[in-house]
């Protein structure tokens, strides 16, 4: 099967505000040294969308502090200037699991979604602001985007055939590929929850974590995907890549950061129907009043006749 691509470009300033960058923090012998692990999307002034396996915890020694620290609003790697804000804490999807086959080698990732509360709200301007989210559909949990075509945000990557380190965020526009599409070709752990895409060895496929988008004709972008893992097609020396659907997990997004809890349903009827019962039932005492008024007066005529 072919691959379709386009090629990468340099992120320009501002043009993707939510994309954010993680990264370890460790000290080790007196010195802190910085490693980028993952990328995240900005959904909540204080909240990052990413892959479960990024925020993992990871064994490290005894003497070695780890922080995990977000960077936004640059385009730069790694840019000292950029807006950092230290992960408070992590909700990893309560159905993510992680496996690796011993004979192949293979890893089979499953709802590899987490997200991330920072210890600070980011400050939100040109540069830093959420990603839209798909729309929640009650009646049916949906996979793939609404666009054939989206993009992938990142950094450079270890593809498994070469590893590329950059100095600016990049881009690229990746077309989207079934569970069926890929099977032709890659073997894989087929989940109801994922898509693909695949790309030439040599082009750029982001970061675990990293957003893909879609670009609506009002400018809008909205986020259908989270680049979980990559897999090598080592026949045709392509790059696939795994997303897992934002849409199918929106009710684990929902219920967890504060600004996409659905509102709660107002219920004018049984309010009107209060309402009513209230006035009725003033009314009724109303009536009841006038009603032993009138038989009290009814006997004072009596005895006086």
């Known amino acids: 099967m072919a691959s379709r691509h386009i090629v990468n470009n340099v992120a320009m300033k501002g043009q993707f505000p939510y994309f954010a960058q993680i990264f370890y923090m460790d000290r080790g012998n007196k010195l802190f040294q910085e490693i980028e692990i993952c990328t995240a999307s900005i959904i909540h002034s204080q909240w990052v969308l990413t892959a479960a396996h990024c925020l993992q915890p990871i064994e490290v020694s005894f003497e070695t502090l780890r922080v995990s620290v977000v960077f936004a609003g640059?385009?730069?790697?790694?840019?000292?200037?950029?807006?950092?804000?230290?992960?408070?804490?992590?909700?990893?999807?309560?159905?993510?699991?992680?496996?690796?086959?011993?004979?192949?080698?293979?890893?089979?990732?499953?709802?590899?979604?987490?997200?991330?509360?920072?210890q600070r709200k980011f400050k939100l301007n040109s540069d830093v602001k959420p990603v839209k989210l798909p729309s929640i559909n009650l009646l049916k949990k949906e996979v793939l985007p609404k666009c054939h075509m989206g993009w992938i945000i990142g950094m450079g990557f270890n593809n498994g055939f070469q590893k590329e380190e950059v100095s600016f965020v990049?881009?690229?526009?990746?077309?989207?590929?079934?569970?069926?599409?890929?099977?032709?070709?890659?073997?894989?752990?087929?989940?109801?929850?994922?898509?693909?895409?695949?790309?030439?060895?040599?082009?750029f496929v982001g970061n675990a974590g990293g957003p893909f988008v879609c670009k609506y004709r009002n400018g809008t972008h909205v986020q259908y995907g989270v680049i979980s893992h990559i897999l090598n097609n080592t026949v045709q020396?392509?790059?696939?890549?795994?997303?897992?659907?934002?849409?199918?997990?929106?009710?684990f997004i929902v219920d967890n950061v504060p600004s996409t809890k659905k509102p709660r349903t107002f219920q004018p009827n049984v309010m009107a129907a209060r309402a009513s019962t209230r006035s009725n039932n003033k009314t009724d005492v109303i009536f009841y009043v006038k009603f032993y008024i009138f038989i009290l007066l009814c006997l004072i005529n009596s005895e006086s006749i």
């Open 170 to 203: 990049r881009f690229q526009n990746v077309f989207v590929q079934t569970t069926k599409d890929i099977t032709k070709y890659v073997h894989i752990f087929p989940t109801k929850n994922v898509f693909f895409s695949s790309t030439l060895s040599k082009n």
């Open 237 to 251: 020396h392509q790059i696939v890549t795994l997303y897992e659907s934002v849409q199918f997990h929106l009710d």
């Open 74 to 118: 640059s385009v730069k790697v790694h840019d000292t200037y950029a807006q950092k804000q230290v992960i408070k804490g992590y909700i990893v999807h309560p159905l993510f699991k992680f496996a690796r086959n011993p004979k192949t080698g293979l890893i089979n990732m499953e709802n590899d979604v987490a997200i991330a509360e920072l």
